[in-house]
T-cell receptor, first 114, second 112 residues
Framework: NAGVTQTPKFRVLKTGQSMTLLCAQD?????MYWYRQDPGMGLRLIHY???????AKGEVPDGYNVSRLKKQNFLLGLESAAPSQTSVYFC?????????????FGPGTRLTVL | QQQVKQSPQSLIVQKGGISIINCAYE??????FPWYQQFPGKGPALLIA?????SEKKEGRFTISFNKSAKQFSLHIMDSQPGDSATYFC???????????FGTGTSLTVIP
């Protein structure tokens, strides 16, 4: 049982390049989330999904797109990377439950945009 | 606008001492308040959580104190150990949602 895994662990991009971050969970969770973590800013929600085929915007969605084609996977895309998107990205998942539930986080992806 | 304000930004405590981290919120509709612990290079992990129908919750050396009228809650770590050195995040959520609003984090260092 690997929990939540993220690919890749590190990535360096040039401004304007695109990339996709992959999140996978093996806990059969319905809900999945993408956060970014910046010094002094805490964790901020980018997008989230409450089930396969659904996505919704979080606090800081601009410049990112997501897809949830399979229940176990949640993809985060950057179409045209900018230096402001340099950050550590965390994926999380939780059960489908009325009300908030524990979110289980992946190990993170450190992205640098030059 | 930061929904949850957390302080201090960093904290240094002697081994065996008490670590106290404070959080404040404005939205009275929040009704779930978890604390997450994050070690370097790892993702955050749930440490302890409280709902506003109780004023205190204790799990081992970790205690959440909740003051509903002041809209504040705090994490107390008793008998702090070097292994507790990590970044701690408070968060808040609505009962009907799954979106967490995180504080800015506190870097705790426990020195031997």
């Amino acid at each position: 049982n690997a929990g939540v895994t993220q690919t890749p662990k590190f990535r360096v991009l040039k401004t304007g390049q695109s990339m996709t971050l992959l999140c996978a969970q093996d806990m059969n969770h319905e809900y999945m989330y993408w956060y970014r973590q910046d010094p002094g800013m805490g964790l901020r929600l980018i997008h989230y999904s409450v089930g396969e085929g659904t996505t919704a915007k979080g606090e800081v969605p601009d410049g990112y797109n997501v897809s949830r084609l399979k229940k176990q996977n949640f993809l985060l895309g950057l179409e045209s990377a900018a230096p402001s998107q340099t950050s550590v990205y965390f994926c999380a998942s939780s059960r489908a439950k009325q009300g908030p539930d524990t979110q289980y986080f992946g190990p993170g992806t450190r992205l640098t945009v030059l | 606008q930061q929904q949850v304000k957390q302080s201090p930004q960093s904290l240094i405590v002697q081994k065996g001492g008490i670590s106290i981290i404070n959080c404040a919120y404005e939205n009275t509709a929040f009704d779930y308040f978890p604390w997450y612990q994050q070690f370097p290079g790892k993702g955050p992990a749930l440490l302890i959580a409280i709902r506003p129908d109780v004023s205190e919750k204790k799990e081992g050396r970790f205690t959440i104190s909740f003051n509903k009228s002041a809209k504040q809650f705090s994490l107390h770590i008793m008998d702090s150990q070097p292994g507790d050195s990590a970044t701690y995040f408070c968060a808040a959520s609505f009962s009907t949602g799954n979106q967490f609003y995180f504080g800015t984090g506190t870097s705790l260092t426990v020195i031997p």
